[in-house]
């Protein structure tokens, strides 16, 4: 017997028996419920002073039987039940009112957001009868004001409805609007959504980056929306209402994914996938899922599983609609794909011997540093904010071929190559992940190993994309992170990239403003003051302890 959902506290053995029978009926598909299922489940909450609801599927066949209290019922996890791009959930609810109350506002979110067929409420007489039976489905047209239509009430004994072809109807306009924007199946569609309680133009800057790590990560954006609220909603980070409002921009548009610029909490997740039909994951489960992409070695593999096991361990509290939408596909792929989905007893027991791993990793790399040190070569670890054009700058330098694209991440593992400057001096010139806004903690820890090569440089090259109208925000946060791993003391010289795509006046006044050096990483004839610099200060490096500054 399958189980009862809701709220059975206080319900007798014979009535929660009665509750469990319904399992064995069946409706025809083309009726919303059969006339002496409607009857019984009034029976049941007249009994009972509870509401009752049923989720029918398409075929007819009752999937959950839920008690509720007297004012309303909580409808369990629906996520196995998928709603595709242009399709509706195939659920539908039938559930009972008292007191003639007709579908409530509740009622009318919960199909909205969750896509389902049809939402319907039988009311109940004081006898235990049905009285009326209120419909509703959701609407194609994004013009209108409400994203449903309420029928008239019916007659629950003559239900003029064939719900097969309303469903088919509904559908068939749902698939217009969809092909209308050109849906791709091989690719997640997002909408992404800023809750930010920053200034205007702060909020829009990340939300610039956010488009840029979503389309790095091969997701198709099709609409960005930013509220600015004083304080985020504890449960939904955006009220109710705006919540409603982008799942039906996500109804019409196709989109199959939510992407916050602000980072989730357990509960947050929780509450969010429990109402919206759709896949929700936050600003840091993109950048893992873009580390993921990239990682090519076994220690960049291992760092990326390690960051998605401590992301996710405070996140797996229950099995529930949240964990199965976070663990699929974006955001839960990659390295670690198939520890997503395991305990968290044995997600510390893995976290565990990952950190083993990489600390003989660490163990390693000390070793080749005093080899190094032994030999006398010099270290120059170029730093910078991510596709600032590091592998660019590394790739001309050294005449090598480090992969270089425009997109963010694009590089994941530390490359290293040897160059002789033109004064004969020889150098190891490292190429480091790129660094970004509010680095993800578990990321942070994760990339320790990493992170910790640019202890081992003489002088470090930040590589600052002057193209960028946010460069100033971005140059901060790379000196937060040098500052947060206590690297100041290295000296500094700092490279304004992509000149080339700047007016004279906008070079001179980031020049002025940076006090960098202006190059273009392409162009080899460019780098000939770089050059000279990093020479002239490798052959002249400060003591130990020396202030850091910027050349």
Known sequence: MKKLFGNANGLRSTQIRRLENLYQHRTPPDEVLSFPLIAEICSISHETSRQIALLVDRSGKIISVIAGDHK?????????????????????????????????????TDLALLRLDLMAAVTVSPEGFPKALHLAHVLTDPGVDTP???????DPAHVDIDCVALIRSIEADLSAAVMHHDVDTGKERAILISVSSSTKPEAAASLRELVQ???????????EVMQQRRVADPRFLMGKGKLEDITILAMHKGASLLIFDQELNASQIRSITDKVALKVIDRTQLILDIFAQRAQTREGKLQVEL????????RLVTKNTAMSRLTGGIGGRGPGETKLEINRRRARERITRIEKELHQVIKQRKLQKTRREKRGVPVISIIGYTNAGKST?????????????????????????RIRFPKDTEVILTDTVGFIRDLPAELRVAFRATLEELERADLL??????????????????????????LQHIRCLIAVNKVDLLDEEGTERIIADTKGIPISAKNEQTLRPLIAEMEAAIRNIPAPGHTHYHD
């Open 148 to 154: 449903y239509r309420v029928l008239p009430p019916k």
């Open 307 to 314: 960051a998605q096991l401590k992301y996710l361990l405070p």
């Open 393 to 417: 700058l590394l790739n001309t330098l050294t005449h090598s071929h480090v992969l270089a694209e425009s997109r963010l991440f694009a590089t994941l593992d530390p490359t290293s190559r």
């Open 213 to 223: 790590l979503a389309r790095s990560g091969g997701i198709h954006v099709i609409e």
């Open 461 to 486: 090259v930040h590589v600052v994309d002057g193209s960028n109208r946010d460069y100033a925000a971005q140059i901060a946060a790379v000196d937060r992170i040098i500052e947060e791993l206590d």
């Open 72 to 108: 309303s019922v909580l409808l369990p996890d629906t996520s196995d039940y998928r709603a595709p791009p242009g399709r509706l959930k195939g659920l539908r609810c039938i559930h009972t009112h008292f007191k003639d109350e007709p579908l409530t506002r509740d009622d009318l």
